[in-house]
């Protein structure tokens, strides 16, 4: 056990336990979010795909600039400003009811993803051997994927006993409670950050970003996945709620089911993924994604949903640590934060997504999916061609 807990630095531990803690509480609510102002607010698919979609936007463009502001000043203040920023958010998802405000929330919860995400994960390659960076990335998807197990049981358990904004303010208490922690680890731990000799200015950032043609590449790969990806949280609850009796009891089964296949299978399909190649373990990852959709397309009941759930979860298991772990291995030392926040730029997927398949949902519900699976299997085409420019 010493020897486990050895293997990374205690500073990631530490952020590793505490992306558990603050995903519980996310999952609580975000995946609930379709569902709420469904009823809660009787929003339109359309309006639901535009609030959850702008979270997408957000994070797309603040990416940049949240991973250039943690290489030029640091990654301690980013964190520290971002978590209770994002604490004072969640506390509003609870206060306001309105279609506009919760747009306005949406976008700051975007934003603020956008900055604590590239900061934290380049603190923790900062305290990471080169040669452990691609287990890391595994360990912190699973992590993610405990919290996916327990947090929306307590998100449905706790609205039952309250209210529907009781989630809400729970998880903004716990955000804060994370920052609170987080003061202390960071002023207690030395950082190691490489800074740049000669310091950029934004636009001498986007000069060199955008002069990597396989970072581009990368990115637009991404984005397509991202696309499909996204009906996971928008659509799909729609969709189900559609489709069978007790739809909220459903998704939140899905939802477990999901985090619950990738504890099991994590572990072994890591262990199978670090002895191929991050390009095969990608097109594993995208076929599996392309398939659990069709189902999901073809699903009537709840064991078919349930199935396409399983192959939809092993294809995030394949791919999204090698999404991340493909561009941390191409960026500079002294720019880790501009790369994994200009990678950020695949989540305008995650904003057109939600837009573009609420509006399929309207009109053309029952192709909504095959269309999805083909768009992610077209990204295969996007990452070949950034492993034929490495080579």
């Keep these: 056990m010493l020897k486990k807990l050895s293997y990374f630095h205690p500073l990631v531990w530490s952020i590793l336990f505490g992306t558990v803690f603050t995903r519980i509480a996310s999952f609580m609510t975000l995946p609930f979010l379709a569902l709420y102002l469904h009823r809660e607010l009787n929003a339109s698919p359309v309006d639901i795909g535009v609030t959850l979609g702008v979270a997408q936007l957000f994070a797309t463009f603040g990416g940049i600039f949240g991973g250039y502001l943690t290489d030029k000043v640091g990654r301690k203040v980013i964190i520290l400003l971002t978590i209770f920023v994002w604490s004072a958010v969640f506390f509003g998802f609870a206060l306001f009811h309105s279609v506009p405000l919760f747009i306005v929330l949406s976008a700051l919860n975007g934003l603020c993803r956008s900055f604590f995400e590239p900061s934290t994960q380049a603190l923790m390659i900062d305290f990471t051997e080169k040669e452990k960076r691609r287990r890391l990335f595994s360990v912190r998807y699973t992590a993610i994927n405990v919290a996916g197990v327990i947090g929306p049981l307590l998100g449905v358990w706790i609205s039952s006993l309250s209210s529907p904004a009781m989630p809400f303010i729970i998880t903004g208490i716990m955000y804060a409670l994370y920052g609170c922690v987080l003061v202390i680890l960071l002023n207690h731990f030395k950082m190691r950050q490489q800074m740049a000799t000669e310091r ?22 991404g984005t397509l996945i991202n696309l499909g990806w996204s009906q996971y949280d928008s ?12 739809g909220v009891q459903l998704f939140s089964i899905l939802l477990v089911t999901n985090a619950s296949i990738v504890l099991l299978l994590q572990l072994p399909i890591s262990i199978y993924s670090e002895k191929i190649s991050m390009l095969k373990s990608l097109v594993i990852g995208t076929c599996f994604f392309a398939l659990g959709l069709i189902l999901f397309n073809m699903a009537t009941n709840w064991p078919f949903f349930i199935g396409a759930m399983v192959i939809f979860t ?11 772990a493909m561009i941390e291995e191409i960026a ?10 200009a990678s950020q730029l695949k989540n305008i997927g995650g904003f057109i997504g939600p837009v573009f398949g609420g509006w399929l949902l309207i009109h053309f519900p029952g192709e ?24």
């Design 368 to 391: 909504i999916y095959f269309v999805m699976a083909v768009l992610m299997l077209s990204s295969l085409i996007f990452y070949k061609r950034a492993l034929a420019k490495n080579s």
């Design 200 to 221: 950029q200015n934004l636009f001498q950032m986007f000069k060199v970003v955008g002069a990597d043609t396989k970072l581009l590449l990368l990115i637009a790969g």
């Design 314 to 324: 092993i294809g995030e298991i394949f791919a999204f640590p090698m999404m991340n």
């Design 235 to 246: 659509t799909l609850p729609q969709l189900v709620n559609l489709s069978v009796e007790d």
């Design 332 to 341: 500079p030392d002294t720019q880790k934060a501009t790369y994994l926040g």
